[in-house]
């Protein structure tokens, strides 16, 4: 199959890359070439490129406090980025096209576990709420395509969030993960006996291997026909914050102490994705939080320092 990836470069694009290119034929132009935000030349590559399948992963990335200092930013790319690269589907007769979503897309602050049908139930976390707004116009327009036009087989999947090879480690890009392994690291070759947590902790997260998205992707090109077209691609459980740095001490192997600072900015309390239908179509993610953190401690170990 001839795969189109956008945002190749990027944490998620650069695993798809790596990880799809020996079944498949793999373009990834960089944005130096292919800015995502010039809709006639998102047209004029798309169309050249004749792809069988589209794989956007590009997207405007950040963690809480860019999201917090730019929600317009956000929402302006990230609806721009993802309505051009569908539109240029559209457009060249590109059959099929997985749009990567968010699970922000969801409301804040629910207890239970956040189901496909759950978008547009309740009001949206406010710090991220221009990332959101842009995701869920794009899986909509993508929705509205494939109901409008048979030719238009375009669906999305909502990953919870990533961590891995090729994440950001340096503040503000870094989300908590990448953040912590950085945070815990130089306290160890400092000897320091302290590391600060944003809020009280308690939140819980749901954060997935990289690898496994990749994964759940190959599975997708496989088997596209009866995957569902709007589908969470998660763990099914959370961690608190609290456990996902105890962890990564265990695993870079520093002893000290956290202390909290509660004026901090730490988003919504828990946001878990249910994971249901993607076990009902034959998937669930292969790699344990403690693999997964070890291979991007590795990474971040030979790239990042
Ligand atoms: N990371 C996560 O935890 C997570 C979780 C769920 C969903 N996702 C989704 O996965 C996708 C990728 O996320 P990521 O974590 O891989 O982000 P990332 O590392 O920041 O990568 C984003 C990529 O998009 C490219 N890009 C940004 N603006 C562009 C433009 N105007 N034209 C062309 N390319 C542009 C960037 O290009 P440059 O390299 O040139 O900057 C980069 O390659 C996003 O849609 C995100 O919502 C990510």
């Not at 999305?156 to 870094?174: K, M, Q, V």
């Not at 077209?229 to 001490?249: M, S």
């Amino acid at each position: 199959m001839r795969l189109l990836i956008t945002g190749g470069r990027g944490m998620v694009g650069s695993n798809l890359v790596r990880g799809l290119s020996e079944a498949h034929e793999v373009q990834a132009p960089g944005r130096d070439t292919f800015d995502l935000l010039d809709a006639r030349s998102v047209q004029e590559t798309v169309s050249r490129l004749a792809p069988d399948l589209i794989i956007h992963a590009a997207g405007r990335v950040g963690g809480i406090a860019a999201n917090a200092a730019a929600n317009a930013l956000f929402l302006y790319e990230n609806t721009m980025m993802g309505l051009n690269v569908l539109e240029a589907a559209r457009l060249a007769g590109v059959p099929r096209v997985l749009n990567l979503g968010s699970s922000c897309i969801y409301p804040k602050d629910r207890d239970e576990q956040l189901r496909e049908d759950d978008l547009h139930t309740g009001p949206l976390e406010p710090t991220n709420e221009g990332y959101a707004v842009a995701k869920i116009a794009v899986l909509k327009y993508a929705a509205m395509l494939r109901n409008d036009d048979p030719r238009c087989d375009y669906k999305t999947a909502i990953p919870c969030n990533l961590y891995g090879p090729g994440d950001h480690f340096e503040p503000p890009r870094s989300h908590m993960v990448p953040s912590a392994i950085r945070k815990i690291d130089d306290a160890r070759r400092a000897g320091d006996a302290e590391v600060e947590i944003w809020g009280d902790g308690t939140a819980r997260r749901e954060f997935m291997y990289v690898g496994d998205l990749v994964d759940f992707v190959g599975h997708a090109i496989e088997r596209w026909d009866t995957l569902p077209p709007l589908v969470n691609v998660g763990l099914g459980h959370d961690y608190t914050i609290n456990e996902y740095y105890a962890e990564i001490a265990d695993v870079v192997g520093w002893g000290g102490t956290f202390v909290h600072d509660t004026s901090k900015l730490v988003g919504m309390k828990r946001k878990l994705l249910s994971v249901d239908l993607a076990d009902a179509w034959g998937w669930k993610a292969p790699t344990s939080l403690t693999d997964g953190l070890r291979r991007t401690y590795e990474h971040y170990l030979e790239t990042a320092r």
